[in-house]
């Protein structure tokens, strides 16, 4: 079945970097699109980024753009998000999630990892 | 795009029959998905492209709408499904309404 587990969360200061994993398993990873969404404690989901399934084209939301960098390693069924000069609002769990594009361009999240919390303080 | 959910909270008894709207600030056709999660708990997918069920969701979920105004109805309400619902726009890139939290009464 579909699995995908999240890794690389903690604690890290204000303007300081970390990166967290997701490795998938049980479907052919190489050829989905990859998200990462958040959630910050108490709110709603919040989008971040999503990653061909090439890695050849990414998009990021406006609140990461410039500091975060997603990327893949399909060698190693894993995507990763790196998160550079993190903020207190950055503080969240991460869920990767996988990209489904039915027929007529609908596209939707159809397996979500249990997330990874990430939490910018000093 | 913008999205707003309504209520943002509501409750409600077992056997109850409950609506959530969404809407769009435009037209994003029935590019439209809802989520359900509970606490502690990744989301999960219930209904994609506006109104179709996801497999293995159970039918008293329905979607409906397309263009701007979207319902989630629940039938029957059932314990397990006090959670938090979310719509999903996936038009122009992604954003998630603010969700609606449904408890029991």
């Known amino acids: 079945q579909v699995q995908l587990v999240e890794s690389g969360g903690g604690v890290v200061q204000p303007g300081k970097s970390l990166r967290v994993s997701c490795v998938a398993s049980?479907?052919?990873?190489?050829?989905?699109?990859m998200h990462w969404v958040r959630q910050a404690p108490g709110k709603g989901l919040e989008w971040v980024a999503v990653?061909?399934?090439?890695?050849?084209?990414?998009?990021?939301a406006d609140s990461v753009e410039g500091r975060f960098t997603i990327s893949r390693d399909n060698s190693k069924n894993t995507l990763y998000l790196q998160m550079d000069s993190l903020r207190a609002e950055d503080t969240a769990v991460y869920y990767c999630?996988?990209?489904?594009?039915f027929g007529g361009g609908v596209i939707f999240f159809d397996n979500w990892g249990q997330g990874t919390l990430v939490t910018v303080s000093s | 795009i913008q999205m707003t959910q309504s209520p943002s909270s509501l409750s409600a008894s077992v056997g109850d029959t409950v609506s959530i709207t969404c809407r769009t600030s435009?037209?994003?056709?029935?590019?439209l998905n809802w989520y359900q999660q509970k606490p502690e708990k990744a989301p999960q997918l219930l209904v994609y492209?506006?109104?179709r069920l996801q497999t293995g969701v159970p039918s008293r979920f329905a979607g409906s709408g397309s263009g701007t105004d979207f319902t989630l109805t629940i039938s029957n309400l059932q314990p397990e499904d006090f959670a938090t619902y979310y719509c999903?726009?996936?038009?122009?890139?992604?954003?998630f309404g603010p969700g609606t939290k449904v408890d029991i009464k």
């Open positions: 999630a996988r990209e489904i594009i």
């Open positions: 049980g479907f052919s990873f190489r050829s989905f699109g």
């Open positions: 990653i061909w399934y090439d890695g050849n084209n990414k998009y990021y």
């Open positions: 435009q037209n994003i056709n029935n590019y």
């Open positions: 492209g506006a109104s």
């Open positions: 999903q726009q996936t038009h122009s890139y992604f954003t």
